[in-house]
């Protein structure tokens, strides 16, 4: 049945439109989430490649 | 599987201790280096061959066509994809503290990805290529791809797995999201029915073939030339500049809109073409989109050197990542502007392109991976930098080399585009005959070549460099490290949110990535598929005849897509130069399709009947003999060399299992038709005065030149008609 929806239609300029809000919505809750994220938490995690300068190989 | 705790003398309370895995680091670090300047010096070779045709010395394997694609695979999967696993097997290890899972798939990976590249750097020559740009290679090399890659992906899950860092830092991130889009590109475009051990054709024709390819083709470049290393970036730079990365949260919004956006841009690589008009506009409106994320991962890049960019003056490494980083911006505020229709229309099929895909790859890959070489080598090899003087030097010929290379591609670009469109006061073509607006080029065409050769240059002087520091230090195969035991036991932090969560859980980070790309992909390619009116058939369309198809598989293995378009986009200069533009429904038995996207010589759409079979003779043998100053190579091998017919029953089953319509049973009889179409040929040579046997390739080949674009004008002696 979706086939024959989809065969039958005329236009598909929908798709760009839908393709738009979901953008949206998937960019606000990235943008949400991110801004509720705790600065302590942020910068523990921006120093993760440096920690290991303290390990028994490094030059 | 491969910890080497077993050694340990003094262990300290609390802490494993474990070691890296520096060989599979090293190995990759040697092809890395080999590579590139195999793939450079194929690309220097190719610009010079492009403007003085001499120099494809009438060679097959070593004719400009076969040996371009040859350099794109080997800068692209060779010398960047080696610097990936190079930079991902050394920070992966490190940012979750752990060896890789399994030493023996870390070989497996590094050999796989070798046998690969060699053996496209036989078949590509000899003109087994499937000419889809960046996916050139035929379906054993495929598979064996897929193979490898999963191999590696396998390896890399795994370490993920066995971490001692509970959460991945996005640059772990960056590399889950290469690795999965990576491995559905590959698998999707790559669906192809074999014909004979090294051909087949594509399960996709025309359009569809079109859209797969560049959404293929646009995401390698997103997936394997630009997410990895924008991984590599988020480890490396902060380790170069020995500070964290300006914003971790500005990263997370990078990842996230980044991998979301790039999937959906494909179809700017079609825009004007027979792509319905739906597609072109998500391709443009999402290319435009990805400004922000790109720059906002540029910034974050570049401010990472906050309060030290006055060690970018004394150190090589930090200079080559601070060009490397703005290559990347510009290259990121550049395609988005190529993508917008107006100004495309503009610069698609010239070397505006060139320039555009060269800024990317030799400043953003080739710098950034020369910074990470100069960073990398003298660590594992437990040494300083052999010479900082000779780094330095190597940073400004390779700085030279890319404006050398860039400005004049520009010109050449712009001028192309100013001659096609340029009409007189009398409503005519002011160059009606193309080849002016190639010999106008030439001399730029000389620059850009001494642009690479300074290039190559400078990564020569970066090999001697890398061979002295490591003869004077020690190489650390197994780099011992401490670090304490992932606690079985975690409890996560009230209302951390949903982002937090994900970055400490792997398959489902890997499923929510998939599902990402998915949503763009599918959202683009189904439609094309089911909605009828997206590619309205013509009914004087008909099949190829055999000896088309052969000849069209000779213009396939030639790699003719490299200089001729095959689309006639709607605008005047277009099609007062080459004819009706081109319509969806004529190519629906295009596998593949030659569309193009570099015009070096005229569009051929519409070459069919614009000349007699003479001329496409003479001009395959000597094409100066119809085109003085014409800078196309010579193709006599085509003359010489018999038409191998022994697949052809097997390319007609083929074609019809794919829904092409050839009448029941025609594979028995597709030789005798072949025969006496290539008789006719024969006598129409031998009539002008031309003697040769019908066997030949080059017949093949005009039988298809002489077809091209010629079913829509209703020709009564087309040979279309014999499907009637």
């Not at chain 2, 050197?305 to 200079?319: H, Q, S, T």
């Not at chain 2, 759409?605 to 079979?613: A, F, Q, S, T």
């Amino acid at each position: 049945m979706f086939k024959n929806i989809l065969n039958s239609a005329n236009e598909s300029n929908l798709l760009p439109l839908i393709a738009l809000v979901v953008f949206f919505l998937f960019f606000s809750f990235i943008i949400w989430n991110t801004y509720k994220m705790k600065k302590e938490v942020a910068d523990s995690m921006s120093n993760i490649p440096l920690e290991e300068n303290n390990n028994l190989g490094e030059v | 599987m491969s910890e080497t705790n077993d050694n340990v003398q003094a262990k300290p309370v609390g802490l494993d201790t474990f070691s890296y895995d520096n060989q599979i680091v090293k190995l990759f670090t040697i092809a890395t280096v080999a590579w590139g300047a195999v793939g450079m010096l194929v690309g220097v070779i190719i610009a010079f061959q492009i403007y003085l045709p001499d120099l494809n010395f009438d060679i097959p394997w070593l004719t400009f066509s076969r040996l371009r694609p040859l350099h794109t695979n080997a800068v692209i999967f060779a010398f960047v994809g080696n610097g990936i696993f190079m930079g991902v097997y050394y920070s992966l290890q490190r940012l979750l503290k752990t060896r890789m899972w399994s030493d023996m798939f870390s070989k497996l990976h590094f050999w796989g990805w070798q046998s690969i590249i060699v053996s496209a750097a036989i078949t590509l020559p000899l003109g087994y290529t499937q000419s889809k740009e960046y996916a050139e290679l035929e379906w054993p090399i495929d598979i064996a791809i897929a193979v490898v890659w999963v191999i590696f992906g396998i390896n890399m899950f795994r370490t993920i797995m066995a971490r001692r860092e509970r959460h991945m830092y996005v640059a772990i991130w960056f590399y889950i999201a290469s690795w999965i889009t990576v491995a559905v590109l590959h698998i999707f475009n790559s669906i192809e029915v074999p014909v004979s051990f090294l051909q087949s054709y594509p399960v996709y024709a025309g359009v569809q073939d079109a859209l797969i390819q560049w959404w293929y083709g646009h995401n390698a470049v997103a997936f394997f030339l630009t997410t990895p290393y924008l991984g590599l970036m988020y480890y490396f730079m902060p380790k170069a500049a020995n500070r964290p990365v300006y914003s971790y949260k500005l990263s997370i919004i990078h990842f996230w809109s980044l991998i979301f956006i790039y999937i959906w841009a494909g179809p700017h690589h079609l825009l004007y073409t027979s792509l319905p008009d739906w597609a072109q506009s998500i391709g443009m409106v999402f290319s435009l989109m990805l400004i922000a994320p790109s720059w906002g991962g540029m910034l974050n890049g570049l401010l990472t050197l906050r309060g030290a960019f006055d060690r970018v003056r004394e150190d090589p490494i930090l200079k080559f990542m601070v060009v490397a980083v703005t290559a990347y911006g510009m290259a990121t505020f550049e395609g988005p502007m190529l993508s917008i229709k107006s100004l495309n229309a503009i610069t698609h099929y010239t070397d505006w392109t060139i320039a555009h895909v060269h800024v990317g790859a030799l400043g953003w890959n080739g710098f950034l991976t020369f910074g990470i070489l100069y960073y990398l080598v003298p660590k594992m090899w437990r040494t300083t930098l052999y010479s900082k003087k000779l780094a330095t030097t190597h940073f400004w010929i390779g700085m030279i080399g890319i404006i050398l290379y860039a400005i004049p591609m520009y010109w050449a670009g712009i001028t192309q585009s100013l001659m096609w469109k340029q009409f007189t006061a009398d409503g005519q073509l002011l160059y009606p005959n193309f080849l002016e607006t190639v010999t106008q080029i030439v001399p730029l065409y000389a620059l850009r070549a001494i642009g690479g050769t300074l290039f190559l240059t400078g990564a020569l002087i970066m090999v001697y460099n890398l061979i002295k520091t490591a003869k004077q230090g020690k190489f650390d195969k197994d780099e011992e490290h401490q670090a304490p035991p992932l606690p079985k036991k975690f409890v996560p932090e009230k209302g951390e949110g949903k982002l937090r969560f994900l970055e400490r859980q792997p398959i489902t980070m890997h499923i929510g990535v998939l599902v990402l790309i998915m949503i763009g992909g599918l959202v683009e390619v189904i439609p094309l598929y089911t909605i009828n009116s997206n590619v309205p058939t013509i009914s004087s369309v008909k099949p190829y005849t055999p000896l088309e198809l052969e000849g069209r598989d000779i213009y396939v293995r030639e790699g003719c897509y490299v200089c001729h378009s095959q689309m006639i986009r709607p605008f005047r200069a277009e099609t007062e130069r080459y004819g009706e533009y081109s319509k969806s429904g004529e190519f629906v038995y295009d596998r593949p399709f030659q569309w193009g996207s570099k015009r070096l010589g005229p569009d051929l759409h519409r070459i069919g009947g614009k000349y007699p079979d003479a001329w496409h003779y003479e001009h395959m043998k000597d094409p100066t003999s119809m085109s003085p100053g014409s800078i196309m190579p010579r193709y006599g091998w085509m003359i010489e060399d018999d038409l191998d017919v022994s697949s052809l029953e097997r390319k007609i089953e083929v074609m019809t299992s794919l829904g092409v319509p050839y009448p029941e049973g025609y594979e028995k009889h597709a030789l005798n038709d072949l025969m006496k179409q290539a008789e006719q040929i024969a006598a129409n040579l031998k009539s002008a005065g031309i003697d040769v046997d019908k066997k030949k390739e080059i017949i093949a080949m005009i039988a298809y030149l002489q077809r091209m674009g010629i079913d829509i004008k209703g020709d009564p002696k087309s040979t279309a008609n014999q499907f009637e």
